[in-house]
């Protein structure tokens, strides 16, 4: 049975360096090592392990863009993560730690044991501790034949020099919205509506493009949505049920403060927009992220001044700070939807 294909390019700037690095594979010239920079959500772990994929399949697939087989015995080991001349490390905690890179190193003193080669990868090397570093520089310094490293970081910056000079460095930039956009549209089949939401909240990756579709981020805008238009006496247990509802989901929550985010910004385009040209009020609709609520934001935008939204956003961002420090998620949504409950914010309060 074919193996799930999971090889494909998050970006048009990925395929061209998969291409790039199946000509240097059809021609043996692989370099020892390889550092691909670039911010997170840019894909670079995903580039990682299908760079290892390729290197390590029997049969690549090298027209167009190469591609690993998706059949071969390696294929099916390196997809599993069971691969014996395939290693991968990530920070343990907030660090990856000597004894991570002795493992390591132990692996790559070997000859590789069933493939002409031996990948290895490090994710987030920037987080290797000085230690650590040291050690994988020596590795570098004498680099074991037939093996190659593949380490992932922010940025070069953040890495030893020494290390950085031993490495070929591959860019990894953020994917541009409207790829993501088209992507979201082909490969998550989302509408037109879903997929401007997903790419706009995904920050430039596919990756978290597909988690936000996974765990809900279109149902939770529409309950939202829905809350806004509440009158009064609706809103308030409507809103403590969607918080008792996401109280212990963290993604969740998070998915949820984000799409306030999304939201405040559009209220606040629509505001600047309203002041710039009062005349032209379909000038402002090509940037909305929340589109096909429109005519609610705009109801929002007629009740609000941008003074409150400023105030609003520095308060999400408090928001997520405290959920990154695992204050209780229902408290923090619930915080977070009092600003919209209250009468003098929601025009739908009324009436
Ligand atoms: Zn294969």
Redesign the pocket.
Known sequence: MKQKDAFHPASSAQTRIIKKMGDVLRHGHLAHAYAITGPEGSGKEALAVNLARLFL????EMRDIPR?????R??IKTGRNLHPDFFMIRPDASTIKMNQIRRLQQEVSLAPLEADRRVAIIINAHKMNQEAANALLKTLEEPPSHNHLIITASCADELLPTLVSRCQIIRCEPVPQSELMEFAEKRLACTGEAARFLSCLAEGSPAKAEMLLEQGALETKKELFGLFTKKGTEAVPASFRLCKKFSGDMNATLIAIQTLRSITRDLRLILEMKRRWPDRTNAVTSSIINQDGLKILCRLADAITDDKLAEYSRFLDHAEWMLERNVNQGLVLEAALVFWIRKNNNPFSDG
Not at 68 to 72: A, K, L, M
């Open positions: 399949c029997e049969a690549p690993p087989c998706g059949v071969c390696p294929c």
